[in-house]
T-cell receptor
Framework: AQKITQTQPGMFVQEKEAVTLDCTYD???????LFWYKQPSSGEMIFLIY??????QNATEGRYSLNFQKARKSANLVISASQLGDSAMYFC????????????FGAGTRLFVKA | GAGVSQSPRYKVAKRGQDVALRCDPI?????LFWYQQALGQGPEFLTY????????KSGLPSDRFFAERPEGSVSTLKIQRTQQEDSAVYLC?????????????FGSGTRLTVV
């Protein structure tokens, strides 16, 4: 069964510094997609970045990058130059390429950006 | 519409009452998903529609939960005889295609409180 693990319930980072949010996953499917979502206190889930299991390069979207280490089954999110508006819950998620359409989510990491 | 619209935004139901939650996805989006998010947790998959066909309902917690999307656009999640454990935020998401290669667009959710 597929599984997502986020071991950091909460993280603090100083404004303008970089921060890494950890995510490990478990799947036996060779084809899968990995996602990160942001959920501010307003509640709406916002898609940030996607990495396919066959992608050769790490995904990047602006200040977000995904550190994909396939052999270790990890997909850490790196946020560079943190801003106060980055304070939110961050969820790692995975969808397997075969056998279903659903995405499963981790328990999340709450990020606090300090001024 | 420009985004995924959910209504009502908040719903308070007495235990035993039936409720109906509405999701209006982005126009033309083929895939529609319902998730349940308990306080402090990641979203949990409930069900998936491809156009009007419900292809996966494996996440529905009991036969009190029912979802439909009769014309392949608006979807309704119905919960019969609500119980306190049904209290959660119900999130709807949609994607353009059959295969979810990219991230979901989520609605703002419906916060259901059963008293």
């Amino acid at each position: 069964a597929q599984k997502i693990t986020q071991t950091q319930p909460g993280m603090f980072v100083q404004e303008k510094e970089a921060v890494t949010l950890d995510c490990t996953y478990d799947t036996s499917d060779p084809s899968y997609g990995l996602f990160w979502y942001k959920q501010p206190s307003s509640g709406e889930m916002i898609f940030l970045i996607y990495q396919g299991s066959y992608d050769q390069q790490n995904a990047t979207e602006g200040r977000y990058s995904l550190n994909f280490q396939k052999a270790r089954k990890s997909a850490n999110l790196v946020i560079s130059a943190s801003q106060l508006g980055d304070s939110a819950m961050y969820f790692c998620a995975m969808r397997e390429g075969t056998g279903g359409f659903k995405t499963i989510f981790g328990a999340g990491t709450r990020l606090f950006v300090k001024a | 519409g420009a985004g995924v619209s959910q209504s009502p935004r908040y719903k308070v139901a007495k235990r035993g009452q039936d409720v109906a939650l509405r999701c209006d996805p982005i126009s033309g989006h083929v895939s529609l998903f319902w998730y349940q998010q308990a306080l402090g947790q990641g979203p949990e998959f409930l069900t998936y529609f491809q156009n009007e066909a419900q292809l996966d309902k494996s996440g529905l917690p009991s036969d009190r939960f029912f979802a439909e999307r009769p014309e392949g656009s608006v979807s309704t999640l119905k919960i019969q005889r609500t119980q306190q454990e049904d209290s959660a935020v119900y999130l709807c998401a949609s994607t353009p295609g059959e295969r979810q290669l990219y991230g979901y667009t989520f609605g703002s959710g419906t916060r259901l409180t059963v008293v």
